[in-house]
């Protein structure tokens, strides 16, 4: 059973409008979320993160959003750029440590 | 940002063959993991280890052995490949419970 879901596996924006990229959580001892952009052919890179003890991170362009009674975040990008067309994972760990993945979301900037 | 290594990038090679998958870091951390990610998948831990002579398999079961000498070290092992070994390997280092950084990959096609 996914614990970190990505329900949307594409999203289409135009170019200098707000990018908005969902994930969903189940297990409640989750207390630390990551997000990642990866490129076909390259490994992952880290975006940005934040913690359970916090609801907003934001780091120029791009800001993350948590939810934690809906176990939800998002990530939001603005102004898109054509640059950002790649696939986004986003990630969460708990008392393990350990990072439990989502399928990700392919996000195509159109000019 | 973090430097870490994969080599090679592409591999494809027959079945039955013995093939290790180089991953290398200079940032000393402490921490690595092994990751298998196939495309519209999420990533799953296959391996990981919390520092030199410390190795753990991860939630996905697979057929790979991995060894950590030295610190910034962490080659992987297929002692006889199979075609359901087709897959991207990600390797990935992380000082303490942090973001994890992520090298370039390694595409592998079992024939």
């Known amino acids: 059973d996914q614990q970190v879901k990505q329900n949307s596996p594409s999203l289409s924006v135009q170019e200098g409008r707000i990018s908005i990229l969902n994930c969903d959580y189940t297990?409640?001892?989750?207390?630390?979320f990551l997000w990642y952009k990866k490129y076909p052919a390259e490994g992952p890179t880290f975006l940005i993160s934040?913690?359970?003890i916090k609801d907003k991170n934001e780091d120029g362009r791009f800001t993350v959003f948590l939810n934690k009674s809906a176990k939800h975040l998002s990530l939001h990008i603005v102004p898109s750029q054509p640059g950002d067309s790649a696939v986004y994972f986003c990630?969460?760990?708990?008392?393990?440590?350990?990072?439990?993945w989502g399928a990700g979301t392919k996000l195509i900037i159109k000019p | 940002e973090a430097d870490i290594y994969q080599t090679p990038r592409y591999l494809v090679i027959g079945t039955g063959k013995k093939i290790t998958l180089e991953c290398s870091q200079t940032m000393g951390h402490d921490k690595m993991y092994w990751y298998q990610q196939d495309p519209g998948m999420e990533l799953h831990l296959i391996h990981y280890s919390y520092g030199v002579n410390s190795t753990e398999k991860g939630d996905l079961s697979s057929e790979s052995t991995v060894s950590r000498i030295r610190t910034e070290h962490f080659p992987l092992t297929l002692e006889s490949a199979r075609p359901s070994h087709t897959s991207q390997y990600l390797c990935?280092?992380?000082?303490?419970?942090?973001?994890?950084?992520f090298g370039p990959g390694t595409r592998l096609t079992v024939t």
């Open positions: 990935a280092s992380s000082e303490g419970w942090g973001a994890q950084y």
């Open positions: 990630a969460a760990s708990g008392s393990n440590y350990q990072l439990i």
């Open positions: 297990n409640s001892m989750f207390d630390y």
């Open positions: 934040i913690s359970s």
